[in-house]
């Protein structure tokens, strides 16, 4: 599966030019939701992508964890980040996390560790974070680990 990768500006500020993000923007008044599915059958896909934001000391921040599961929980994950309309100067960038999800009835609990950069904007830096799915496993929440951060909010795409 593939996994959340966040980012954050060095010491909670971003103090670069604006990138062009590969993220497509959210509008402001929108929460990047899916409609109502119904839970996935079976065992926990091997690829999927997941959608939605964080807040961290630059604000909302658009992001896209791709989680890619290997044996025994282990999963390598990728996290793009980049621009909200509601947080337009956000930079695009990237970077590969490890960790590990387990598969409980509750739910997905997940763990993810940096590992490096794929696109590294000035003044970010990699950092980790910790997520727990609904019973469905369709929707994630949890916490960017790093001071001047806070809450995640995604939901399963493919």
Not at 27 to 36: D, T, V
Not at 101 to 113: I, T
Not at 141 to 156: F, K, M, N, P, Q
Request: charged share 25%; net charge negative; aromatic share 6%.
């Amino acid at each position: 599966m593939r996994s959340l990768v966040i980012a954050i500006g060095l010491a909670g500020c971003w103090t670069g030019p604006a990138e062009h993000s590969t993220l497509e923007p959210v509008p402001a008044n929108e929460a990047p939701r899916l409609k109502a599915t119904p839970p996935l059958e079976g065992p926990f896909p091997a690829h999927t992508i997941w959608r939605g934001r964080y807040t961290c000391s630059q604000g909302d921040t658009a992001m896209q964890l791709t989680l890619d599961l290997a044996k025994g929980g282990r999963v390598i994950a990728i996290f793009d980040f980049g621009p909200l309309d509601s947080n337009p100067t956000v930079p695009a960038g990237s970077y590969r996390l490890i960790g590990h999800l387990d598969d409980r009835p509750e739910g997905l609990a997940l763990k993810l560790y940096p590992d490096r950069w794929i696109s590294q904007p000035d003044g970010y830096e990699m950092v980790e974070l910790s997520a727990k799915s609904d019973r469905r496993r369709r929707h994630m929440r949890g916490t960017i680990d790093h001071y001047g951060c806070g809450a995640l909010s995604l939901d399963l795409v493919e």
